[in-house]
């Protein structure tokens, strides 16, 4: 069993759709939990990161943490065509950090 | 602001051949590591230097040596290129790792 899971997808949507992106871990003592972008032969990007449990909302963007299922959600709201990429989520303790493989997301205008 | 700078872009080495991959950050972060990316594998860490002066083994660590030149710059070097390490390096820099990092633009090397 990997240490952070994700549907690979490809996730395909309509422009203005709300998009649910899920990742589960397998590591309770790590206690922080991001969220990165990358497009297309990009560097990933730092979108949110987020400590125990709870929401955290930036904008368009909500990340959630169910630590009692071990359990990693990443919300967009009004998803726009400039938001199709490749979403990494990621557990961290110390300086050790675990990526999941990624969800490749489309947004179709 | 530049941010994480990596060069080379794009590299195709021959089996055996040995080369360096740049890093450098001005952002005065502490941390540098370097990661691989394979398909379906997701970021894996091969080094990683907590501050200047220190380097760690991170997951994958066998067939690389690094270097912590400064606080700025973070080089890889692999001393005898295998095709097994054909990938996507990023470099990436943090002041504190559980805050996140800020990412490299990535450099691809193939090796045949």
């Known amino acids: 069993q990997k240490e952070v899971e994700q549907d690979p997808g490809p996730l395909s949507v309509p422009e203005g759709a709300i998009v649910s992106l899920n990742c589960t871990y397998s590591?309770?003592?790590?206690?922080?939990f991001m969220w990165y972008r990358q497009y297309s032969r990009k560097g990933p990007e730092l979108l949110m990161y987020?400590?125990?449990?709870g929401n955290k909302e930036d904008g368009r963007f909500t990340a959630q943490v169910d630590k009692s299922s071990k359990y990693i959600s990443l919300f967009i709201r009004d998803s726009q065509p400039s938001d199709s990429a490749t979403y990494l989520c990621?557990?961290?303790?110390?300086?050790?950090?675990?990526f999941g493989a990624g969800t490749r997301l489309f947004v179709k205008a | 602001n530049a941010g994480v700078t990596q060069t080379p872009k794009f590299q195709v080495l021959k089996t055996g051949q040995s080369m360096t991959l740049q890093c450098a950050q001005d952002?005065?972060?502490?941390?540098m590591y370097w990661y691989r990316q394979d398909p379906g594998m997701g970021l894996r860490l091969i080094y990683y230097?907590?501050?200047?002066?220190?380097?760690d083994k991170g997951e994958v660590p066998n067939g690389y040596n690094v270097s912590r030149l400064n606080k700025r710059e973070f080089s890889l070097r692999l001393e005898s290129a295998a095709p097994s390490q054909t990938s996507v390096y990023f470099c990436?820099?943090?002041?504190?790792?559980?805050?996140?990092?800020?990412f490299g633009s990535g450099t691809r090397l193939t090796v045949v």
């Open positions: 990436a820099s943090s002041e504190r790792s559980d805050y996140g990092y800020t």
């Open positions: 590591n309770s003592a790590f206690q922080y």
């Open positions: 987020t400590y125990s449990s």
């Open positions: 990621a557990n961290t303790g110390g300086f050790k950090t675990i």
């Open positions: 952002m005065n972060h502490n941390s």
């Open positions: 230097s907590a501050s200047e002066g220190t380097t």
